[in-house]
């Protein structure tokens, strides 16, 4: 037997106040995120990623946080690696929200959040990844789904590009992101390269290269030491005219993408190395000064071989 036609679980009016008080609850007790949809660069369609993903968008939009006593997860772990920290959270977004300030600008065939994508949580000032996007739960009340359940894990940065135009998201990546030191002789005093400014370099032809080949990044900090000298942080590395991996190389010229301005880059800085490149950085985690300094009643073949010259003969 049919059930009652009489009574019905699909009144719009009633799945329209069911949404709008989910929205509601979600601006009182959610968290203000930013959604940072994934651009695909160069997908490999065998592993099913894409290591050149960039990140040139962020909305905003408010969220609820599931994870009320803490992140869930494996949480902080000592590996051979160093600290890993695994954490994990749930966010819950509404659909109707989400649709009004994301989706409407999403180019996918479903206009849905994606598996990839990423959550900034200003609170906690870290980046969290989808992993998996839930779309029926709640299961169907009053016959709707009003919201998308959002499992995340912390993300893991790989010097993927991001210029989304939100200072506290790029400033963040600048933070953390690769950088080569160069060290610049300037041609005058008033042309030097700003921070964000993209910057490249023409290799000159050796072992197989063409003039064609070009080394190129984006300035993430800058330091003038004097008149002439300029120190820039270059991230975002990558190489146009060439499928093997490019390096900046001393004594070439570099020349800004904004401004057109040119100088010539008299040292690299090794990250292995301080700021003078004599010395050895000093890391903090692994207190490698520390051991250098204090440890001279240790054996260390930097010095000498305490077991004799190998090169002699007995």
């Given amino acids: 037997m049919p059930r009652n036609v009489y009574f019905s679980q699909a009144v719009r009016s009633e799945q329209h106040l069911y949404e709008d008080l989910i929205i509601e609850s979600l601006k009182i007790f959610g968290q203000d995120v930013y959604y940072i949809p994934r651009t695909l660069v160069n997908r490999d369609n065998i592993l099913g990623e894409d290591p050149a993903s960039k990140f040139d968008d962020a909305y905003i939009i408010e969220a609820y946080l599931e994870n009320v006593e803490g992140f869930e997860g494996a949480g902080d772990l000592y590996s051979k690696f160093g600290l890993e920290i695994r954490d994990e959270a749930q966010f819950v977004v509404s659909r109707k929200v989400w649709n009004r300030r994301v989706g409407v600008f999403s180019e996918n065939e479903d206009p849905r959040p994606q598996e990839g994508d990423l959550i900034f949580l200003p609170m906690t000032n870290s980046f969290f990844e989808i992993t998996y996007v839930e779309d029926d739960s709640p299961f169907y009340q009053l016959s709707d789904l009003p919201v998308y359940r959002l499992s995340c894990s912390l993300f893991e940065y790989n010097d993927e590009d991001f210029d989304t135009g939100v200072e506290a998201v790029d400033l963040k990546v600048n933070q953390v992101s690769y950088q080569v030191p160069l060290v610049l ?3 005058t005093n008033e042309e030097y390269f700003q921070i964000g400014e993209n910057v490249e370099q023409t290799l000159v032809a050796a072992d197989g290269d063409t003039p064609a080949v070009k080394v190129f990044g984006e300035v993430a900090q800058m330091s003038k030491t004097s008149v ?3 120190t820039i942080w270059v991230s975002n590395i990558g190489a146009s005219g060439t499928t093997e991996y490019k390096q900046f190389t001393q004594g070439g010229t570099v020349t800004g ?4 301005y040119t ?3 008299s040292s690299i800085i090794s990250d292995l190395t301080d700021t003078t490149g004599m010395a050895w950085k000093s890391d903090g985690g692994a207190e490698n000064i520390a051991l250098e300094t204090f440890a001279d009643g240790f054996i260390d073949f930097s010095e000498s071989n305490p077991f004799g010259d190998p090169s ?3």
Wanted: charged share 5%; aromatic share 6%.
């Fill in 257 to 260: 993408l904004t401004n057109s």
């Fill in 185 to 187: 002789s300037l041609t």
């Fill in 312 to 314: 002699e003969t007995y």
């Fill in 228 to 230: 002439n000298t300029q």
């Fill in 263 to 265: 100088a010539t880059i």
